[in-house]
Each structure stands twice: as C-alpha cells, then as structure tokens.
C-alpha cells in the first residue's frame, strides 16, 4: 500500500472522527454555553487526556513504536508476540495502579491543573467528574498499546476510526441522558462525564477483534507471577529506557497545557471553554494532516532506519514537509482570515451567546499563527523518534517550554484566553524551526531539488485563496445569520468549496503535478 493511500486512509477516518468531534462539542456548546459548570467539565476532561497524552500516546507510542517496529524486522514475528505480551501486562498493571491514585487524588489534580476554578465556584463539580473520567486514562492507553501493534502491521483503519466512538458516546450522553440528569436534579453536564467514560470502553472493546485476526491480541498476566515474569523480559526494560526521555520529552508539552489552563480559570468564567472550543477547531487540520502523516511515517522512517536506508529515510521527511506546506498554509489562512464564520456556523446556537463567539474566534485566531508549526512538529518529530534520538527533541521542547511562558507574560495581558494560544503558536514555529535544522545538520534530512519553485506556486495559490476568505469574512453577516442557520451552514460550504477550487487550480495552472506528488 502506498504511503499516500495510507495517510489517506488515515486522513478519512480521522475526518470522520474530528467531524463528530466537532458535533459533539457543537452539542455541548449550544447545550451549556460557555460558564464555570462547562471550564470544571473541561478542565476534569483534560485531566485523564493529559496524563493519556503523557503516557499512552506520547512517551510510550515514540518508545514503543520504533522498538517493535525493530524486533519485528530482525528477530520474527515470534519474538514480537513475545515482546506484546509482557508490555501488555505491565501496562495493564501500571494503569491498575494510576487509575486507583487517579480516583483518590483527583482534588489534589485539580487543583494543580484549575484552582482558579475555586472563584468561580466550579472546583467540586470539577473533582467529581475527574473522579468519574479518570479510569477512561487506563483504556486509552490500551488502546495505544493496539494503535501501535496495528500500525506496525500496516493496519491504520481501525486505530484511525477508534475516536469516533468517543464522540457518538458523548453526543449520546449529551442527547439522551442529561435531560434525565436534569429531571432527577442533577447537574446535566455530569452525564457527559459518564458519555466519557462509556466512550473509552468502547474505544477499548472495538481494538479486540482486530488483533485477534492478526494473532497479535495481547495476552495479559494476571498474576503476580505473570507480572515478574514480564519485567523480567529485556524488550520493557528497552522500552522504559526509552520513555525515559521521551516522557520528559511530553512532559515538556504537557506541563505547558497545565500552565495554560492553570492561566485560563484566573481569567474569568468562560475562559477555559473559549480555549478548549478553538483547541478543538484547531486540532481538525492538526489531526487531518499532521498527525495522519506522522502515524503512517514513524513506521516507515522505523523501517528505513533498521536497514540503514539513508536516501529512503531523507526522502520519506521530504515528503511529508512537501505535503505539510502545500495543505497546512491554507488551514492556517482560514484560521487567521475567517475564523468567525467557522465559529458561528460551528457554536453559534443555543446557550452559546454573540461574546462567547468573539472570545472563541480571538484564541482560533491564535492558533492560526502557529499553526504551520504545530503540524510540522508531526512530522519533523518522528524523524528523531525513528532513529531512537529522543533526547534532541527534548532539549528542543524544554527551550520552547520556556519561551511560551515568557510570551505569556507578554501577550496574557494584553489578549487573555488569547494570549495563551497565540504563545503556544508562535513557540510551535520556533520549534519546527528547531526540529529542522536538527535533522539537517545531522545528516538526517537532505532537502530535495524544487523547494523554491514549489514554495512559491504555494504562496501565490495561497495569496488568492486569502483575499477570497477575507472578503467573505467581511462581506455576510455571519453572527446575524443565526436565526437562518441552514443558509449560514450553505454559505460557509460554498465559500470552502470556492477557496479549494481557487487553491488547487493556480497550483494546476502553475505546473504543479499534485497527483505525481501524492502518489509516493
């Protein structure tokens, strides 16, 4: 299968999971608006995704990744079957562990994570949603565990189309079961906490029948013995040596989502939710384009770094940069350029007021800034991860680190909730521009010949794809079209539509073969 039919894959069904994503959060939106209720839900939210970004698809995927990819390649697949299941029991056993601290020490969390939530009288509703969620960690890093076997067996469907169950479980819970919350009294927006919570089982549940197929289903100790047993096995002790870093490496990235959200709930009620409900607009390209391109490369980059492949390694990272500045340039215009009408059709409905659109469309427009790095960033990762170089990253990240809080101090006061994203995209530029010149200067990435021609067919296409989105912004009434929300929905696909048309006909019209590009 071809790298681009892979990534495409990949792309389709995270599109399908980011367009019930942003159904969800459509719902969730309209449904409680934006107050001190909806921060606590997200702030409890992001508690077991932070930790499951920390470990599961973080430090743990960037070592385990690359390790299995290796032992599969040189040792059979024997050995890798052998190496699945003693990570899967001490896994298992470590998430046992943190979930059980998780549930005890959730004040404790979120504190650490919100405690402006305290003013806003939203921090017990807070804990005890976390204490609802928080098992949903241990699913979703089992989940990693299967994402990771699957895609080394070239299988990218069902890892790629597991989040969707989240989103269908929440809008459910959303939908059927706060109304029978609100009529026995209880807080509405507790439901979604347990919508949560159901979605991760499901996410879980789905990834069984797929191993076993390939004969890869992890089989898990449960037993003191069976856990002795696998940490006795030389491959988790190659992983956890890895993680080592890498885990600092996430923590770095981590810690300052903790900072910012921390930021957020002293800025007033409402600021956590502007920020989370233009984190998840932005995540759409971001997931779309840089993370579908990163899943289906760490695996070829793994490969072509087992067998000593430069050319094949340098060509692979070519590719994807090529990909990431002919698709990323123009999300990150449409951010910029017609945030609000992406708001209004997307929030505008319901409890979500007029002001609760312009704080949103002031942080997407934040995001739009860094937008190009915080996608490149996926791809120019994995360069380092395949090559079992996870150290440079990290130096990388904590520098970064530093220098989003520094403009924090700066933009914070100035732009609020905005502020915080602003940071965190112009920091993102910084680091991709970092990552970059790593992998060149150590030999890693060797630009390929037309960077320049190819830049400037982009820049131009782009230019004109701009100007449209600038004057459509201007030219409706896209806060005024809520009473007629099917023609603001129509209005926003015929300028989308328009805006592709425009884009991928001047790169036509300059010479620009995309379909030779794509198909690699």
């Known amino acids: 299968m071809s790298l681009f039919k892979s990534a495409s894959i990949v792309s389709l069904l995270t599109l399908a999971s980011r367009i019930t994503g942003l159904v969800r959060e459509q719902l969730f939106a309209s449904q409680f608006g934006a107050s001190a209720t909806t921060d606590a839900f997200q702030v409890a939210f992001r508690i077991p995704n932070l930790l499951r ?13 690359p390790i299995l990819g290796e032992t599969r390649a040189r040792k059979g697949d024997e050995a890798t079957r052998s190496l699945i299941d003693a990570v899967g029991t001490v896994l298992f056993w470590a998430l046992l ?3 059980v601290l998780g549930v005890v020490g959730a004040p404790v969390l979120v504190w650490l994570m919100a405690s402006g939530l305290k003013e806003s009288g939203g921090l017990d509703a807070a804990v005890t949603m976390t204490r609802w969620m928080f098992p949903y960690i241990g699913c979703m890093s089992m989940v990693a565990l299967s994402a990771g076997i699957l895609n080394t067996w070239g299988h990218f469907a069902v890892p790629a189309a597991t989040p969707v169950l989240l989103n269908v479980a929440v809008i459910s819970a959303t939908v059927g079961l706060a109304p029978v919350f609100a009529r026995f009294g209880l807080d509405p927006v507790l439901a979604v906490a347990v919508g949560v919570m159901a979605g991760g089982v499901l996410q879980l549940a789905i990834q069984v029948p797929a191993l076993r197929r390939r004969g890869v289903l992890p089989r898990i100790g449960l037993s003191l013995g069976a856990l002795r047993t696998a940490w006795a096995h030389e491959g988790v002790h190659r992983i956890l040596r890895q993680m080592a870093p890498a885990l600092l490496g996430v923590s770095v990235a981590q810690l300052s989502l903790l900072v910012n959200t921390q930021i957020a709930s002293h800025l007033g009620p409402g600021a956590v939710s502007w920020l989370t409900f233009a984190d998840r607009l932005m995540e759409f390209p971001t997931a779309l384009l840089g993370v579908a391109l990163g899943v289906v490369l760490l695996p070829q980059l793994s490969k072509a770094q087992a067998s000593g492949d430069v050319k094949q390694f340098s060509s692979l990272l070519d590719w994807g940069l090529r990909l990431v500045v002919l698709l ?15 708001v209004s059709v997307l929030y505008h409905y319901g409890a979500f007021k007029d002001a609760d659109v312009a704080q949103t469309v002031r942080a997407l427009m934040g995001y739009g800034v860094g937008l190009m790095g915080l996608i490149a960033i996926k791809i120019l990762a994995p360069g380092f991860y395949a090559a079992q170089d996870i150290r440079t990253p990290v130096r990388i990240g904590i520098a970064v680190l530093v220098l989003t809080q520094v403009l924090n101090v700066v933009f914070v006061p100035l732009f609020q909730q905005a ?10 530029l910084v680091n991709a521009a970092w990552l970059l010149r790593g992998l060149i200067s150590t030999g890693r990435y060797t630009p390929e010949p037309g960077w320049a021609l190819f830049a400037l067919r982009v820049i131009v296409a782009s230019a004109l794809l701009g100007a449209g989105m600038w004057w459509a912004n201007a030219h409706f009434d896209w806060l005024g079209l809520r009473a007629q929300p099917w023609l603001r929905v129509g209005l926003l696909a015929g300028c989308l539509v328009a805006a592709a048309l425009v884009y991928f006909g001047v790169l036509t019209a300059s010479g620009l073969k995309i379909r030779h590009m794509l198909r690699r």
């Open 328 to 342: 990323a340039l123009p999300s990150a215009l449409a951010l910029l350029l017609f945030a609000e009408p992406l």
């Open 419 to 428: 502020g915080l994203a602003l940071s965190i995209g112009l920091a993102s």
């Open 53 to 65: 970004r920390l470990f599961a698809e973080g430090a743990f995927s960037q070592a385990f990744v």
């Open 97 to 99: 562990v943190v979930s």
